[in-house]
């Protein structure tokens, strides 16, 4: 059905050119029995026409089967001897085949219509012409004949139907011809052997001369695997074996009288060729389902862009280009309806504001749509259009999304496209959202070392410092806080931006399972008489995570550490996931021993409410407090009500950051019980006990 009712018909002037060609056509398929030797062989060429009847229904339609009635009408009415069988065949098959027209016109793009229609040509229509004359000329056309007419139309159209479409296809496509062409010659040395040997034996079994009796069923024996060895190797040669296999079959025919004998023959034959044309469609079916699971594979159902398997293999090839990304991130917050209604309407746009549709990718994983330009400065400039006319074009469709910003950076042939994505995804997450910039070249930001550092991640980057502060009760008592330092390739990092980076990437659970560990082991490593207590930060994700917490208890005791000398501060940056659960683990700890304090008391989540419900110990007052405080008013306030709250819940208060002589007096005639800072003592690397 690839080929049915290819050439269109725009006019009558078409119609007319078209009835014209299938009456040359056919009427010249009619004098291939020219070359017959015998009666018999006669009418076995004859099948040629009823194959050529079917191209040309398959070809133009309604003009082409008008065009076959008219040939072979032609042919029988003046012919010498005028043939009333060969009149009444003729307004049977062109019926069945005009019936076809209409019935194939309507279905022919339906799933099996490529079944229904090799049923129909081949079975159908010769099994109505021959039951046609078998009833209504049973004299001058016995059952045996109607048989060998039967078994001789449908091989023809199995042979002959196809040669003829192919041309005919080549003849309207001439570029088809040098695809063909292409197909055969477009092959290795190796496979032309392997293609000449097996046509070679195909030939060799096919003229091979032998006493054995029942020769012809030998040959059918060790003609079926060559041929379904070239059916499923080179299916282009199927036909082609199939020509070879049926004229070599026609034209050794010992005796052309025996119709019984023939019969057998032309029904082993038929079935033969029937098997091949089920393992061909086997083969289509095969490719079709590989197709459609391809497109599914390469195609996103939702936007209509490409997925990520097509970007992977597009890219493999291509030199010198630039991969971009639309941050889609907000848009895939909403309800899924709303999602893809805005990834459609983004499509939408790219396909027709855009040069860049065919090389657009949504990928789920990053949340982004990722899009392939050329490395060239003109490519960047129009990129920096594109925000902003799709949020003008969004607008005007009444769609409350503001597309985000383009980020971008080069590959090169040989590089995987995966970590460019992972590139592009990494700055998309660590970007400013203040920041005014529409495009973000990803290849000169500053971000590649912490990228790196998270990346390859091991306990030979981590260093810790050890900061002291003072215990005004008790000065002789050694109290610190343990610190953390990353380094890559010998660069010190900035550990805000560290923690930072492992947040929004996702690594924030093994940085600080690694760094907790090492400190523990640090702790393990004093001699218990020689410290007071020890520090050590952290977050509420790692706090509200109870296999986190009793992994942080279990090491506790593998280190013999003193857990009644170990303090966890809860930091303030990060979120509270579940108060009832981040309750539940602190309670742990403090059954376990440990101490825990309220870090940065007056930022982020570090209010009044956390220090009246959590059960800390002391609570640390943030440095933004206490810097300068002796000039403010306000922070004064601030900090002598948390005294006053701190003595009311019988809790201990740590003051950040003191670095001036003024400060440390004004904290000490509060109250304060301890005192950090430069003032103090500055972060130091600590030194590992053996």
Not at 65 to 87: H, Q
Not at 130 to 145: K, V
Not at 571 to 584: A, K, P, T
């Amino acid at each position: 059905m690839k080929y049915y009712l290819q050439v269109s018909e725009r006019s009558h002037a078409d119609y007319a050119k078209h009835v014209l060609l299938s009456f040359v056509l056919v009427l010249l398929s009619t004098k291939v029995s020219w070359f017959a030797r015998e009666e018999i062989t006669n009418n076995l060429l004859l099948s040629v026409t009823t194959g050529a009847m079917v191209a040309v229904t398959c070809i133009y339609g309604r003009s082409g089967v008008l065009g076959a009635f008219l040939a072979l009408m032609s042919y029988y009415l003046f012919n010498p001897i005028p043939s009333g069988i060969g009149l009444l065949y003729t307004l049977v098959v062109t019926a069945a085949l005009s019936a076809s027209v209409c019935v194939f016109e309507k279905y022919r793009h339906h799933y099996y219509a490529n079944r229904v229609a090799f049923c129909y040509y081949v079975f159908f229509t010769p099994g109505l012409g021959a039951l046609s004359l078998a009833l209504f000329a049973p004299d001058a056309f016995s059952l045996e004949a109607a048989l060998n007419l039967y078994l001789t139309d449908s091989i023809g159209v199995l042979i002959t139907a196809p040669i003829i479409v192919l041309a005919l296809h080549c003849f309207y496509h001439p570029n088809s011809i040098r695809t063909f062409t292409r197909s055969f010659i477009d092959v290795s040395v190796s496979e032309w052997i392997y293609k000449m040997l097996v046509i070679g034996s195909i030939l060799l079994v096919l003229n091979v001369e032998s006493n054995i009796a029942n020769q012809s069923y030998l040959t059918y024996l060790l003609l079926a695997p060559l041929v379904i060895l070239a059916v499923f190797n080179f299916s282009e040669l199927a036909l082609v074996v199939l020509m070879i296999i049926g004229y070599s079959f026609l034209f050794q025919t010992n005796d052309p009288s025996d119709l019984t004998a023939l019969n057998s023959k032309l029904a082993v034959f038929s079935m033969f060729c029937v098997i091949i044309y089920i393992m061909l469609e086997y083969k289509l079916t095969l490719r079709r389902q590989i197709e459609k699971n391809t497109k599914n594979l390469y195609t996103d159902a939702q936007s209509h862009f490409g997925t990520f398997q097509k970007l992977n293999a597009l890219t493999l090839e291509m030199n010198d280009f630039l991969v971009c990304a639309l941050d889609l991130r907000p848009a895939f917050k909403y309800p899924l309806e709303k999602r893809d209604a805005i990834l459609r309407q983004i499509a939408y746009f790219f396909k027709h504001n855009t040069a860049v549709y065919d090389l657009s990718f949504m990928l789920y994983d990053v949340s982004s749509l990722v899009f392939i330009v050329e490395n060239t400065p003109s490519s960047v400039e129009q990129l920096e259009s594109i925000p902003e006319h799709l949020d003008q074009y969004l607008q005007r469709r009444s769609i409350n999304y503001r597309p985000d910003r383009i980020y971008y950076c080069r590959c090169q042939k040989g590089i995987r496209i995966k970590p460019a994505v992972n590139r592009l995804n990494v700055n998309m997450r660590l970007a400013d959202k203040h920041m005014g910039a529409t495009v973000i070249n990803c290849d000169e930001t500053a971000m590649d070392d912490y990228i790196t550092l998270l990346d390859e991640l091991s306990f030979d980057n981590i260093s810790l410092l050890k900061q002291s502060y003072l215990n005004l009760a008790h000065p002789d008592k050694q109290s610190f806080e343990l610190l953390s330092q990353f380094s890559m390739d010998g660069k010190i990092l900035n550990t805000g931006a560290v923690f930072q980076c492992a947040q929004r990437l996702g690594y924030l659970d093994t940085l600080e399972n690694m760094l907790l560990y090492k400190q523990l082991t640090y702790l393990g490593s004093l001699d218990e008489s020689s410290y007071d207590t020890g520090s050590i930060n952290l977050t509420p994700e790692f706090l509200c995570d109870t296999r986190a917490v009793d992994a942080l208890v279990l090491w506790a005791k593998q280190h013999t550490i003193n857990t009644q000398k170990v303090v966890i501060e809860i930091v303030e940056s990060g979120e509270i996931e579940s108060q009832n659960l981040l309750f539940d683990n602190l309670n742990t700890l403090k059954n376990n021993g440990f101490k825990l304090a309220l870090d940065d008391f007056g930022a982020g989540h570090a209010s009044y409410n956390q220090l009246l419900t959590m059960p800390v110990d002391s609570v640390k007052i943030d440095g933004s407090l206490v810097r300068n405080c002796i000039n403010d008013p306000i922070k004064c306030k601030i900090i002598e009500n948390l005294k006053s709250v701190a003595d009311t819940l019988k809790i201990k208060v740590v003051a950040e950051c003191v670095e001036t002589d003024e400060e440390a007096s004004y904290l000490k005639g509060l109250g304060i019980d301890y005192l950090q800072g430069y003032l103090f003592h500055r972060p130091t690397a600590v030194e590992w006990l053996q």
